[in-house]
């Protein structure tokens, strides 16, 4: 779950290291040892880490866990490209779409629908 701002030792480690608190601290919390805290840290930084064993670590740290699905191209905008390919006759148009970022005539965005 490496991506971008993600602290290269992990949320886990940062977070515990933020207040100073050592592995064996952590350790003790969550009934394990300042080598099984490390293991944990180094799984979480690679994206390994099943995310009921997180939920305990976070609750160690004080912490929630929240799990996010962010989309690359707007909902809006898919369910406006479904809908424009459906009237076209082709269910899979939707699949075709060109975002482009750069500010035209005072749009944030520009979608162009293709097939």
């Known amino acids: 779950m490496q991506g971008a701002g993600t602290p290269r ?7 515990r290291l933020a207040p100073g608190m050592n592995s064996e601290t952590l350790g003790r919390r969550l009934g394990i040892s300042p080598q099984g805290v490390r293991r944990l840290e180094q799984s979480e930084a690679e994206g390994s880490i099943y995310l009921n064993i997180l939920t305990k ?7 929630d866990v929240r799990y996010v699905l962010v989309p690359r191209i707007s ?9 424009w390919s459906t009237r076209r006759g082709s269910h899979e148009g939707w699949h075709h779409i060109d975002v482009h970022r750069r500010p035209i005539a005072g749009c944030a965005r520009v979608v162009c629908f293709t097939h």
């Open 9 to 15: 030792g992990g949320w886990v480690k940062t977070v």
């Open 57 to 63: 670590i976070a609750d160690g740290l004080n912490c």
């Open 75 to 83: 909902l809006v905008v898919q369910v406006m490209a479904r809908a």
